[in-house]
């Protein structure tokens, strides 16, 4: 049976009527949606849609100025993004966002324990419980870029990466911090095709890990292989949602992006 057609449970994530201005343009004109449990969710919308906008306000960077978001059934709209990543959302940058002169592994440590990090390394005492400590989010970082594949590059600085190398190890990071709802933005840009064809079967991997994965993407191949539902965005508004089939015949979505309209 085709892996898309598994039935989603309960919505995860809602959104009700999100809006987002910043002066004078709305970026987000009240997007209702909800987002079931256990699947692949795209969002798709062509540029300055209000993509990132959106995942801006689920992670918390920004406060929707009317609207609700509920995680969870738990209203999060305006919390801290740390007390958001705390809840279970974890999320990666459209553009590259890592400590580049930080190894690989300490690049993912990071994810796993963001506040204390720096405070298990400047410790000039380490008494027995934090070296264990220590040593167990060590392990789960190695574990978290075996999943990934970056398991042969764990010592190299995190700027030696490639491009597609350094968006997969933002992933292995967001991963991390052991999120129930991953967002991804535009995790295919600045990919070849072979390193998008990886980059789909890793997602795929981590939604059956059970994590609902969220991503905002442009490669339209990437997008109608791996996702179990799409989301369309048009000049902030909701456009369209469907499953890959329903969305590539829609009128409006055509529309949108052919049409100029
Ligand atoms: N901080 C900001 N201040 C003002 N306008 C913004 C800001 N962030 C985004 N915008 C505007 O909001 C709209 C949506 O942007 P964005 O969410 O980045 O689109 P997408 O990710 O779909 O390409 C665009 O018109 C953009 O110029
Ligand atoms: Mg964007």
Same mark, same amino acid.
């Given at each position: ?15 009700? =009527?999100?809006?987002m201005?910043? &002066?004078?343009?709305?970026? #987000? ?30 992670? $918390? ?5 009317? $609207?609700?978001?509920?995680?969870? @059934?738990?209203?999060?709209? &305006? #919390? ?28 993912v ?11 298990f ?20 970082? *190695? ?15 995190a700027?030696?990466?490639?491009? @597609?190398?350094?968006?997969? #190890? ?17 995790p295919? *840009?600045?990919? =070849? ?14 939604c ?12 339209? =191949? ?37 049409? $100029?309209?």
């Open positions: 049976m085709d892996e898309r057609s598994k039935r989603p449970h309960a919505a995860l994530l809602q959104l009700r =009527n999100v809006q201005q910043f &002066g004078g343009v709305t970026a #987000l004109k009240g997007i209702s949606y909800d987002v079931p449990s256990g699947i692949v969710q795209a969002v798709i919308g062509p540029n300055g849609a209000g993509k990132t906008t959106l995942f801006h306000c689920i992670s $918390g960077l920004l406060t929707p100025t009317a $609207g609700e978001i509920l995680f969870r @059934g738990l209203p999060i709209g &305006g #919390l801290p993004p740390h007390r958001i990543a705390g809840l279970g959302i974890s999320r990666t940058f459209q553009h590259v966002a890592l400590f580049k002169s930080m190894t690989v592994l300490e690049n440590m990071i994810g796993r324990h963001p506040r204390t990090f720096s405070g390394w400047s410790a000039g005492l380490r008494f027995p419980r934090m070296r264990r400590e220590e040593r167990r989010i060590l392990e789960e970082a *190695g574990h978290y870029l075996e999943f990934v594949g970056l398991s042969g590059e764990r010592d190299l600085p700027g030696a990466l490639p491009l @597609g190398k350094q968006k997969i #190890l933002e992933i292995a990071r967001a991963l991390a911090t052991q999120p129930t709802l991953l967002l991804l933005d535009e295919a *840009g600045g990919l =070849n095709m072979r390193e998008t064809e990886e980059l789909g079967e890793l997602i795929l991997r981590i059956e890990t059970g994590i609902t994965v969220t991503l905002v993407e442009h490669d339209m =191949n990437l997008v109608m292989e791996i996702s179990h539902r799409i989301l369309v965005i048009h000049y902030g508004e909701h456009l369209a949602t469907g499953t890959p089939e329903e969305i590539k015949d829609h009128p409006a979505v055509i529309e949108a992006y052919l049409g $100029g309209g």
